[in-house]
Structures are given as C-alpha cells and as structure tokens.
C-alpha cells in the first residue's frame, strides 16, 4: 500500500503563499493523489484532487510531477481562517467484487497562520 | 447540500459496556466508512462497507463491529468498550470510484468523541 509522507508542521504569516509537499513512493498507476483539510472538532474535507502535472481551483493547486512520486499542495495568501490539519492521500483499489477505494491517511501537516 | 450526521457529538460510557455510534448520510452513496482518529496517528480506517449488508475490515477492526441494514445508515459497534477505545470516532461516505478508477471525495460527519471510563 502506498503510504505518503508529510511533515508534521508548518508555520506562516497572513497573506504568503504556502506549499505542503507530500511524498508517496510507491503509488500504483491507478492512484489519484488527493488532499483533505481538517478543523479542529470537525471531520475532513475534500480540498484537490489530481493524478498528474498541475490542478487548479478556487482554493488550491497541486503540482504533481511526472514520475508522480510526491505532489505539493499551494495555497495562494494563506489567512488566519487556513490553520488547520492538511491530509495527503492516495487511493487504493480494494481488490474484491465491490468497487470502492480505500483512502490510507497518514498523520497530515499542522499548518499554523500566524498575523 | 451533502450531510453526513453522526448521532451524537460527545458520548461518555463506562468500561464494558456496549456502545452503538450511528451515521447517517443523505448523499445515496454506495460507500461508508468508519474511522478513528489518536493524536498522532491520524485517522485509521476500523470498516468500510460498499453496499447494504456488505462491510470489510479496516486496518483495525478488532474490538468493533458494524451494521448496514439500510443504505443510508452505518452503525459502529463497540461490543464491550474498553478505555484504549477513547478516541474521536469519524463517519464518511462516498460514491464508487469510476471505471478509470477516480476516487470519489469521501464526505466526512462531524464526529463522535468517545471517552470510555
């Protein structure tokens, strides 16, 4: 199972650009690499998803290069709203009949905004 | 809007007691999850279940079970809670990945702190 590697912490200020690099080796061709962000007393949310190059939307990119090894999630002028728990994840196939995929998070990254 | 609801927000039981936490999503999808979150652990799948009456073991199934007797509700069970099952408790869902096999967003409920005594 592929398993992703975040640091545990980070810290910025009000208004920087923050990158969050994950590293998963050994991810399966069919994985997409996907992200969550988590408050705290609330469950996680879905924040990106890609499986390769760049993704963008209104909250984030994600740069994934071509040997798909690690992804970085930016965050464009973080604000104080943006502390949180930031989750790395890959999708896993189970394999029996059904179809679902099993997402395996790891510990995440604290990010902590400070003005 | 997407909702997933789990049944109660703090639950706080005694040590072997049985304990049932209920999850509910109105999203019709064929995917539930129950998982656990320690500090610095993360979060831990214990069951998932990909249609009613199907479920599969987690990474830490043991000392729990489950139930989907309805498509829409995932209840986890704690047979005979012990303290080391003091945790927050996360439910989610999701619909099934496509045949290229994109992975759905799970939507996660609010969860559930558990302090066994």
């Known amino acids: 199972l592929a398993k992703t590697t975040q640091p545990i912490s980070m810290d910025s200020y009000e208004g920087q650009e923050v990158n969050i690099t994950c590293s998963h080796n050994?991810?399966?061709?069919?994985?997409?690499i996907t992200w969550y962000q988590q408050f705290p007393s609330q469950g996680p949310r879905f924040i990106i998803q890609g499986y390769k190059t760049k993704v963008t939307n209104e909250v984030a990119s994600l740069f994934i290069p071509a040997d798909r090894k690690s992804s970085t999630l930016s965050l464009p002028r973080v604000s104080l709203s943006d502390t949180a728990v930031y989750y790395c994840?890959?999708?896993?196939?189970?394999?029996?009949?059904?179809?679902?995929?099993?997402?395996?998070f790891g510990t995440g990254t604290l990010l902590a905004v400070q003005p | 809007d997407v909702k997933v609801t789990q049944s109660s927000r703090y639950l706080v039981k005694r040590t072997g007691e049985k304990v049932f936490l209920e999850c509910v999503q109105d999203?019709?999808?064929?995917?539930m999850f129950w998982y656990r979150q320690d500090p610095g652990l993360g979060l831990r799948l214990i069951y998932f279940s990909y249609d009613v009456k199907m479920k599969e073991k987690g990474d830490i199934p043991e000392g729990y079970s489950v139930s989907r007797e309805k498509k829409e509700r995932f209840s986890l069970i704690l047979e005979s809670a012990s303290t080391n099952q003091t945790s927050m408790y996360l439910c989610a869902s999701n619909s099934s990945p496509t045949p290229t096999g994109i992975t759905d967003t799970q939507y996660f409920g609010p969860g559930t702190r558990l302090t066994v005594l």
């Open positions: 999203m019709d999808h064929e995917n």
């Open positions: 050994n991810i399966a061709t069919n994985d997409y």
């Open positions: 994840l890959v999708g896993q196939r189970m394999n029996y009949g059904g179809a679902t995929n099993k997402l395996i």
